[in-house]
Structures are given as C-alpha cells and as structure tokens.
C-alpha cells in the first residue's frame, strides 16, 4: 500500500473517535487532511455535531469549507480530543512534530486536550527518535545569534527554507530551524534545554502527550493505547 493510501486509512479511522458534542482540535498535515474530510462528511450527513479548535490556519480552512463548526482556542473552555499527525514516534510514545511548522499551535492545543490522538503511517515509527530532525518555532529577531549559538552546542541547526529559496514562516511569522542530531539518546534533557534558550517559541519534541496512536499498516489500521 502507498503511504497516502496508510495516511487516509488513519485519517477516516480516526473519526470513529469523535462523540457526538465533543470539543476537537484538528492538528495539521497531510494525514490530518483525511481525517477532517472524513469529519466534514459525517458533519454534513448530520451524523456528528461538534465544535472544532484549529492548530493552523490550513487546518481552519480546510474545516470551515467543510461546513465544520470552528472556534478560535480562547472561546473553547475545554477540548476534548485532539487527532493530529507526528513526524517520529518511538517506542516510548514520545514524539516529534512540526514537519508542517505547526508546532507551537499543535502543542497549546495537545497540552490543553484531555485526550491526544495521533494517526500515522508505520514509517513514522522509530526505535529512537532524532533522524527527521528537531523543529524549533524562532523568533526572527535575533535568528543569527540563536543559530550561532545552536551550532556552538553542537546541534546542527538548519534554516527551513521553501522550494523558492525563502525562509519557511509559520503562522505567526517566524521562523523554523531543524536541529539534525540522527539518534536523540535523551530527549527529556534537550527537551528541557530547548525550553530555557530565549528567542525559541517552541520546540517539536512531543514528549509524554500522546495516549493513542493509529497506525497505518498494510493489515489495515492498527490502534495502540499508551498505557504508560
Ligand atoms: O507536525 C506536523 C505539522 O506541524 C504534522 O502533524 C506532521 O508533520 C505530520 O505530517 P504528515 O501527516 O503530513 O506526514
């Protein structure tokens, strides 16, 4: 099976989570594209009423021309379930995100949800995480400074740039850096680190958040419950 075919199978399984007057957020990607289709469908047949938060503005287009109820986070008190994709996710559930330079939004969203749903292809499956790259949300103020200071740490951060040569922006208009470290042996720590480097908005390790994952395998979804 192709990966897109794995991407739309989680997709629309993802769904059969979704409860009647539940709050959802929608993360970002191009598995994430399939679950909100499906999600539009069931709205639209009447099948599912529910309210939407969004983790990006693509998201929030994509559901608004859906027909799918949407509300910017600050006006939900509650989210119920958050379905999203991952770049990385090991063996300990612990992930990394942000190949769609969403990350800050997704995080605030995942880290206020009761419940966090990824759907992924088995690609996205790894003994250890580290070999898709770290994303890092960063201000640009001061991005030459932080970039020198990344290296000096040995972290082999990269400038995302797009197909045209300029910076990928997210949508508040910063800036992503990628660190490439290959095997990350402890991501708590970096995590941690990352967290105290003024001028980073956000980073992409997704490090105990997750309590199920769906992944697509040739047999057909298979969902696995975090019970750590
Ligand atoms: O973190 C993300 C966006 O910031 C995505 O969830 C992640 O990149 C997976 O994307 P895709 O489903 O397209 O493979």
Redesign the pocket.
């Known amino acids: 099976m192709k990966q897109d075919q794995l991407?739309q199978a989680v997709g629309i399984k993802s769904v059969d989570f979704i409860q009647d007057h539940m709050t959802v957020g929608l993360?970002?990607?191009?598995?994430?594209y399939y679950m909100v289709e499906e999600l539009g469908k069931r709205v639209q047949a009447g099948d599912l009423t529910v309210n939407c938060v969004s983790t990006s503005q693509r998201t929030w287009d994509q559901a608004k021309k859906l027909g799918i109820n949407m509300l910017p986070l600050d006006q939900v008190d509650h989210i119920d379930l958050t379905i999203?994709?991952?770049?990385e996710i090991d063996t300990q559930f612990q992930g990394v995100?942000?190949?769609?330079?969403?990350?800050t939004y997704?995080k605030i969203v995942a880290l206020n949800s009761q419940r966090n749903l990824w759907i992924v292809d088995q690609s996205?499956q790894v003994q250890q995480l580290g070999a898709f790259g770290i994303p890092l949300e960063v201000i640009p103020f001061g991005h030459q400074q932080l970039l020198q200071r990344l290296e000096a740490e040995n972290l082999h951060p990269q400038w995302r740039m797009d197909d045209q040569g300029q910076p990928v922006l997210t949508d508040m208009h910063n800036y992503i850096f990628d660190l490439h470290l290959d095997q990350l042996q402890h991501p708590h720590l970096l995590a941690d680190w990352l967290d105290h480097q003024t001028g980073i908005i956000e980073h992409?390790l997704f490090l105990d958040i997750v309590n199920t994952v769906i992944v697509g395998t040739a047999n057909g979804p298979q969902i696995i419950e975090n019970i750590r």
């Open positions: 991407k993360g970002t990607g191009s598995t994430v999203d994709g991952a770049d995100k942000g190949g769609g330079a969403a990350l997704e996205k992409g």
